[in-house]
């Protein structure tokens, strides 16, 4: 049971495994979260109890060393997102222009709806810090990009308990940093990583946008399987589970 009051202390931890129905849960959160653009329903507020929960679940994500580089940035200021959609607004208009050799792919890219900056109810910029906990930080010493990850944990989080609240979620990539850095007044040791769109929408869609028009295919699951070493699709150590992949393949 969710509590308004504690977000988490009706959580119990000690638990080894989830129920068959816990389970089933979560694997539908998974598979019907979506990119979310369109749809957003006008006027509808998040609760802040539930935005408590989403960006709770989102601080909860694992982070390289335990060092927590994110922060989340709340906007509903309609200037500040005047600012951002016009950085998205230029921004576009430069990769429109990369598919200029491809008229057909570049018609069905103008098409498409990219952002939900001023029709979602709030956005959210979640940024990393580097310096946090610094400048040693446990793990990431032979791979300083595992603090970016970290913040891509944090983000998925935030996707799925939003998917489970009923709240879309947009990530609008086509910005300038440089752009965000200067709107939102973020000091240049901290890099923004992702700026999202949330808010209540009408329907989450049976498939991603992008594949649901054709623009790309989903892969096969045992297409980005490797065995022991890159490249190798087929393995006599792994049969039972290869035999397995096939099946799922042919059968869904």
Same mark, same amino acid.
């Given at each position: 049971?969710?509590?308004?009051?504690?977000?988490?202390?009706?959580?119990?931890?000690?638990?080894?495994?989830?129920?068959?129905? #816990?389970? #089933?849960?979560?694997?539908?959160?998974?598979?019907?979260?979506?990119?979310?653009?369109?749809?957003?329903?006008?006027?509808?507020?998040?609760?802040?109890?539930?935005?408590?929960?989403?960006?709770?679940?989102? /601080? /909860?994500?694992?982070?390289?060393?335990?060092?927590?580089?994110?922060?989340?940035?709340?906007?509903?200021?309609?200037?500040?997102?005047?600012?951002?959609?016009?950085?998205?607004?230029?921004? /576009?208009?430069?990769?429109?222009?990369?598919?200029?050799?491809?008229?057909?792919?570049?018609?069905?890219?103008?098409?498409?709806?990219?952002?939900?900056?001023?029709?979602?109810?709030?956005?959210?910029?979640?940024?990393?810090?580097?310096?946090?906990?610094?400048?040693?930080?446990?793990?990431?010493?032979?791979?300083?990009?595992?603090?970016?990850?970290?913040?891509?944990?944090?983000?998925?989080?935030?996707?799925?308990?939003?998917?489970?609240?009923?709240?879309?979620?947009?990530?609008?990539?086509?910005?300038?940093?440089?752009?965000?850095?200067?709107?939102?007044?973020?000091?240049?040791?901290?890099?923004?990583?992702?700026?999202?769109?949330?808010?209540?929408?009408?329907?989450?869609?049976?498939?991603?946008?992008?594949?649901?028009?054709?623009?790309?295919?989903?892969?096969?699951?045992?297409?980005?399987?490797?065995?022991?070493?890159?490249?190798?699709?087929?393995?006599?150590?792994?049969?039972?589970?290869?035999?397995?992949?096939?099946?799922?393949?042919?059968?869904?």
């Amino acid at each position: 049971m969710i509590s308004d009051s504690d977000s988490k202390s009706n959580y119990d931890s000690h638990y080894p495994s989830f129920s068959r129905n #816990e389970k #089933e849960v979560l694997y539908k959160a998974i598979f019907s979260r979506r990119d979310v653009r369109s749809h957003f329903v006008s006027g509808r507020v998040i609760p802040n109890d539930v935005l408590l929960r989403i960006l709770d679940a989102a /601080h /909860h994500a694992p982070s390289v060393g335990f060092s927590q580089p994110w922060n989340f940035i709340l906007i509903k200021d309609k200037s500040i997102r005047e600012q951002v959609k016009e950085s998205f607004l230029r921004e /576009h208009k430069k990769s429109v222009s990369m598919l200029d050799d491809d008229t057909q792919r570049q018609e069905k890219y103008t098409s498409l709806k990219l952002e939900g900056i001023m029709e979602s109810s709030i956005n959210i910029c979640v940024t990393y810090d580097s310096t946090r906990f610094g400048p040693f930080v446990i793990g990431r010493t032979s791979i300083a990009e595992t603090g970016v990850y970290s913040v891509c944990c944090a983000i998925q989080n935030l996707w799925l308990a939003a998917r489970a609240e009923g709240i879309g979620v947009g990530w609008v990539s086509i910005l300038a940093n440089e752009d965000l850095q200067n709107i939102l007044q973020i000091p240049k040791h901290v890099k923004p990583i992702a700026y999202l769109c949330l808010g209540f929408v009408k329907e989450f869609a049976e498939k991603p946008d992008l594949e649901k028009i054709g623009w790309l295919p989903r892969m096969e699951l045992g297409n980005v399987i490797c065995y022991e070493q890159w490249g190798v699709s087929t393995s006599n150590s792994w049969s039972e589970f290869c035999n397995i992949v096939d099946y799922y393949k042919t059968n869904h």
